[in-house]
Structures are given as structure tokens and as C-alpha cells.
């Protein structure tokens, strides 16, 4: 009985022990692959350095100043009049993108092929509204032969097949989208690092974040490395960055934008709509961006998005508008900063003729937990843990992998037992948990019906033309949404 005792006992010891040793080599091995996707990325760099350094030897009378003070408005219609050449904006902001990522890590990957597509741009007769215009985007959009990351090692080593819509789009319109930026392990989080490519800082503060998920995209364009950049949203992950860097950006509506070959944090769940945008230093940059998108070529490349043109027409017209405001939602109360900005705002647009209504909008506590929370992990968060599988985590994505990992019957206690303390925390746990299918089109019925966009602004005689919304985010510059006419 003692000696059989004694086996078992060393059979299990030396599972555990086998067991250690097989997990010590995986991460030994992942650890290799990061460091040697590091490296990766510092030969793309290089070939980007010495590409701006041959331009600058041959070209030495470029001056880059002027280049980079010019708006995207002013830049496009100087490459289109001939007074600005092409080759000058590309190996300028080329250089610049450098200077931008090495203080605060932006840039993730050189699209080196933007270079013979320049030479193509050069030869072309027509010269649409972005012709020349260097652009970059986020790491989770596909650009063909470059991996697509979300900060993920899985994700190494599997460049996309094609270009996603939207940059094949940009490449018709004659832009040229020349390097990849940071985003935050799986996209699901509000600060912008992984163990590939590192921490990116906020270039108008190294020790504060720049805000994720499109945080490498928001700290190049602010530190003036990008004139134009292309990011997603799904909770805040275009504004949110826009606000910590003191730039200009446009969520689109869900379907507006083609999400064609953009990779999402949580594949396959359709309640919480996935929105696209332009990220840029001023307003007028946005407009000419969604001018440029809303086009035939992308109607065309993916007929699920509307067929509906830029509507110059409304956009034009000098009608007086009567328009939503709130300075708070009372679910998150708006720095002093903030609640300035959209006073600002009002004051200017009723300068300018408008009518500006206080409403209170409604439902946003249900809207962030028993929506949002509910429809991005109703599977109990299963497919999200699935992103974590072999991985090594960054720090910063520990606490929402740790209520993930959290058993579905443990969250329920939990929620119940800190409810009366800490009552959204609560809801976070109660709506994290598994739900039926059955529940689950109940969910996507809620939110089709009840909770279209209608029926969360007051009913006004006559309607509200549009809405200024305030960025719920601390940050001192404070970028006004804008949603309307």
C-alpha cells in the first residue's frame, strides 16, 4: 500500500514538474518571438531611415518646415495644382514619423511597397482629392504582405492576403498609406502597449498614455508625423485617443465606413457596432477624408456599405440648425476642461445663427453595462480568453483578463456581494457572464428597437438637426464631437 502510494506520489510530482518545464519553454520560445519581431521592426525602421536620408542627400534644397504647417486642405490642393511635389510630402513625413516614433513609439511597421506606389502616383493623370497624401493607419487594419497584429504574437508571421477595402480606397484616391501604428494587446483597452512592440507615450506628456485603442495613430498625427490617419472604435478607441492628444476625429456610423478586412478584438459579435474613422489636426481634414471614402470604389468593393455619396448639398447649405447639447451624461461627470469645450462650442454655433437645446440623455447606464458589457462578452467571455491563449500579457490588460477568467457562478456571488459598495462593478460582473442564444437575439432585439438613436434624444417641434456630445475622457484638449446635420 506504501510503495503504490509512493509511486502515485512521484507519478503526479513528475506530471507537475513535466508540466512546469513544457509552460518554462513556451514562454521561453514566445519570448524569443517577440524579440525577434522587435527586431523585425527596427530593419523595417532602418529601411525607412535610410530611405528619408537618401531623399534628403539628393533633394538637400527641401525644406520641411513649410510641408508640415500646411492643413490637410491646403497640403492636398498644392500636390494637385503641381505646386508641391509628391516625392517631397512622402520622404517629409516619411522623416518625421521617424523623429515622432523614436520619442514616443508609434510606429509598428514601414509599408515599404508605398514607395513604388508613389512612383505610380507620379504617372497619373487624374488627381483625386487625397493624390500624394501620406497616410497611416492602425495595426488592426490589413494591409497585403503585413501582419496585423492587435499587439497578439499569434498574430505574428501572418501577413493579410489583400489590402482591406478601406486602404485599397485610399489608394484609389490617390493616398499613400506608408506605416502601421501601436495599438493595445486585443485592442480592449484604454492605454496603448504590448510585448511587441512596447509602450507608446503621449507626445504632449511622455509620462501620460495616449489612449487606446488607436493610440499609435492619435500620438503620430499629434506629434506631426501623420497629416491623416485611419483608426476603429467600438468603446471609445478613436475619441478617446483624439482627446489625450488634442487632435480631431469622426466615429463614423457602424456600416458608413467598409469594415472589410479590418481585424476586430471580438470576432463575431454584432452588438456593440464597430465604427471606422479619419484621425487628424483639424476638422476640415475629416470632411475632406470622408469626401474622399464615400465613393463608388468603395460602394462597389463591399456592396453591405449604403451607396450613399458625401452629401455636399446639406454639408454646404447655411440653414440655421437647431441643435442637442450636454456637458454631462451624469454617468461620468466631465472634467472642467471638458464641460469649457462644449460651452465653448455652444457659445460659437450660436453665434453663427444657430439654436442650441440642453437635453439630458437618457438610459446610459443600461446602455454601457447591459448593452455594451452584455453584447461584447456574451459568450461569457470565451472568445476573448481565446485571444490569450499561448500568450504572454502585458501588464496593462491584466485586470480585465483577471475578471474574465473569473468562473461564470464566481461572478454572480461576487456581483451580488459587491453590489451594495461597489454597484458598477457589479454590473460589470453581473453582464460579463454567459448568456443563451435565445438571450442573446432578446439583446440584438433591444437594441434594433428600443434603443435606436431616436428614442435617446428628447422629442423636439421641430427635431433636432444635430447633436454636440462631450467625450466623457480627462484630458485638458478636449475635441468636441460632432454628430450631424
Known amino acids: 500500500m506504501g510503495a503504490g502510494a509512493s509511486t502515485i506520489s512521484a507519478l503526479l510530482c513528475g506530471a507537475a514538474a513535466a508540466a512546469l518545464l513544457l509552460r518554462w519553454r513556451g514562454r521561453r520560445g514566445l519570448r524569443r518571438e517577440l524579440a525577434e519581431a522587435g527586431r523585425r521592426r527596427q530593419r523595417a525602421l532602418g529601411r525607412m531611415e535610410k530611405a528619408a536620408a537618401r531623399f534628403r542627400e539628393q533633394n538637400p534644397d527641401v525644406d520641411a518646415d513649410p510641408i508640415l504647417s500646411l492643413s490637410l486642405v491646403e497640403l492636398s490642393e498644392k500636390l494637385r495644382d503641381g505646386s508641391l511635389s509628391p516625392d517631397w510630402v512622402f520622404y517629409t513625413y516619411m522623416d518625421k514619423a521617424l523623429q515622432v516614433t523614436k520619442e514616443v513609439n508609434c510606429v509598428t511597421d514601414y509599408l515599404q511597397e508605398s514607395e513604388s506606389q508613389l512612383q505610380q502616383v507620379k504617372r497619373q493623370e487624374k488627381k483625386d482629392l487625397l493624390y500624394g497624401v501620406p497616410v497611416s493607419i492602425k495595426d488592426s487594419i490589413n494591409y497585403k504582405g503585413?501582419?496585423?497584429?492587435?499587439?497578439l504574437a499569434k498574430r505574428l508571421n501572418q501577413p493579410a492576403a489583400e489590402d482591406c477595402v478601406l486602404v485599397q480606397v485610399l489608394k484609389r484616391q490617390g493616398a499613400l498609406p506608408f506605416v502601421k501604428t501601436n495599438v493595445p494587446q486585443s485592442l480592449l483597452n484604454y492605454d496603448c502597449s504590448n510585448l511587441i512592440f512596447g509602450q507608446t507615450v503621449n507626445p504632449l506628456d511622455h509620462t501620460k498614455t495616449p489612449g487606446g485603442s488607436s493610440g499609435g495613430e492619435?500620438?503620430?498625427?499629434?506629434?506631426?508625423g501623420s497629416i491623416l490617419g485611419i483608426g476603429t472604435d467600438v468603446g471609445g478607441s478613436l475619441r478617446v485617443p483624439a482627446a489625450f492628444c488634442g487632435i480631431c476625429t469622426l466615429k463614423?456610423?457602424?456600416?458608413?465606413?467598409?469594415?472589410?478586412?479590418?481585424?476586430?478584438?471580438i470576432p463575431g459579435q454584432k452588438s456593440a457596432v464597430v465604427g471606422i474613422g479619419p484621425m487628424a489636426r483639424d476638422v476640415d481634414s475629416l470632411v475632406l477624408c470622408m469626401r474622399a471614402l464615400l465613393c463608388d470604389d468603395m460602394f462597389r468593393l463591399d456592396p453591405t456599405v449604403p451607396p450613399l455619396p458625401f452629401n455636399e448639398e446639406v454639408f454646404s447649405s447655411s440653414r440655421s440648425l437647431r441643435i442637442g447639447y450636454y456637458d454631462t451624461d451624469s454617468f461620468t461627470m466631465p472634467g472642467p476642461s471638458m464641460?469649457?469645450?462644449?460651452?465653448?462650442?455652444?457659445?460659437?454655433?450660436e453665434n453663427a445663427g444657430h439654436t442650441l437645446v440642453p437635453f439630458k440623455?437618457?438610459?446610459?447606464?443600461?446602455?454601457?453595462?447591459?448593452?455594451?458589457?452584455?453584447?461584447l462578452f456574451a459568450d461569457g467571455?470565451?472568445?476573448?480568453?481565446?485571444?490569450?491563449?499561448?500568450?504572454?500579457?502585458d501588464p496593462n490588460i491584466k485586470q480585465l483578463l483577471l475578471l474574465s477568467k473569473v468562473p461564470g457562478w464566481l461572478r454572480s456571488l461576487l456581483s451580488w456581494i459587491v453590489k451594495p459598495i461597489v454597484p458598477r462593478l457589479a454590473n460589470v460582473l453581473r453582464n460579463m457572464?454567459?448568456?443563451s442564444v435565445k438571450e442573446l437575439w432578446k439583446l440584438h432585439c433591444e437594441i434594433e428597437v428600443k434603443h435606436h438613436l431616436e428614442q435617446l434624444v428628447p422629442l423636439f417641434n421641430p427635431p433636432l438637426s444635430g447633436l454636440i456630445q462631450?467625450?466623457?475622457?480627462?484630458?485638458e484638449r478636449l475635441p468636441v464631437t460632432w454628430v450631424g446635420p
Open 470 to 475: 462631450c467625450s466623457l475622457t480627462s484630458a
Open 252 to 265: 463614423a456610423t457602424g456600416g458608413r465606413l467598409s469594415k472589410k478586412g479590418v481585424v476586430p478584438s
Open 381 to 393: 467571455c470565451a472568445t476573448f480568453l481565446d485571444l490569450f491563449k499561448g500568450e504572454l500579457e
Open 146 to 151: 503585413h501582419d496585423s497584429t492587435l499587439g
Open 218 to 224: 492619435g500620438a503620430l498625427i499629434s506629434g506631426g
Open 339 to 349: 464641460r469649457r469645450a462644449v460651452l465653448e462650442t455652444k457659445q460659437l454655433l
Open 433 to 435: 457572464n454567459e448568456r
Open 361 to 375: 440623455p437618457c438610459c446610459i447606464e443600461h446602455l454601457m453595462f447591459d448593452i455594451s458589457v452584455r453584447g
